[in-house]
């Protein structure tokens, strides 16, 4: 796929709801409830999503990070936000990463084929490029995970927009 594909996605074009939009509305109070048989809170998985995209972030301006022995590592143990600003400062933090990843897609060919190094055994080495697919179809995947929850809470479309049929 191309680069131009890559940045739309990356903020929601096409199938892709805005990630940000899909969350920016909602109130702090439905952000930390939970539903019967599903494991986490769309805070949750927010602040999820943060974790790893600030760690890939991290990798690709080559800093080391230390990759969590075990997936529960990168989730919160927070259901709940602890205030109304704790969520909207995590909602703030996924605007301002997506904004750091929608600046590296944008980079001449030359960084974009930039090697990334892997921080563990569990990863691969890879070019930024393949790192920002890997970001978008990660968050891809849980923002998914956000709208179906929305809509199980009642709070779905969000004010951004997003198929309601």
Known sequence: ??????????R?????????????????KAAG????GYPHSI?????????????EIARINGVAREYPQ???????????PSSVADWQNAVER???????LSKFSESA???LNRMVIANSDKEAASTIETVLWQIMVHNSYHIGQVALLRRCL??????????SW
Request: proline share 8%; glycine share 8%; charged share 20%.
């Open 1 to 10: 796929m191309s680069l131009s594909t890559l940045r739309e996605l990356l």
């Open 12 to 28: 929601g074009k096409g199938a892709h709801l805005d990630p940000v939009a899909c969350m920016e509305d909602l109130s702090a």
């Open 33 to 36: 409830e939970t539903i019967p």
């Open 43 to 55: 805070f949750q998985i927010v602040e999820h999503l943060n974790y790893w995209i600030d760690y």
């Open 70 to 80: 075990h997936a529960i590592e990168s989730w919160p143990k927070n259901v709940a």
């Open 94 to 100: 996924f605007r301002a990463l997506l904004v750091q």
């Open 109 to 111: 060919p030359e960084v």
């Open 154 to 163: 009642g709070v779905w479309p969000p004010r951004g927009g997003g198929d």
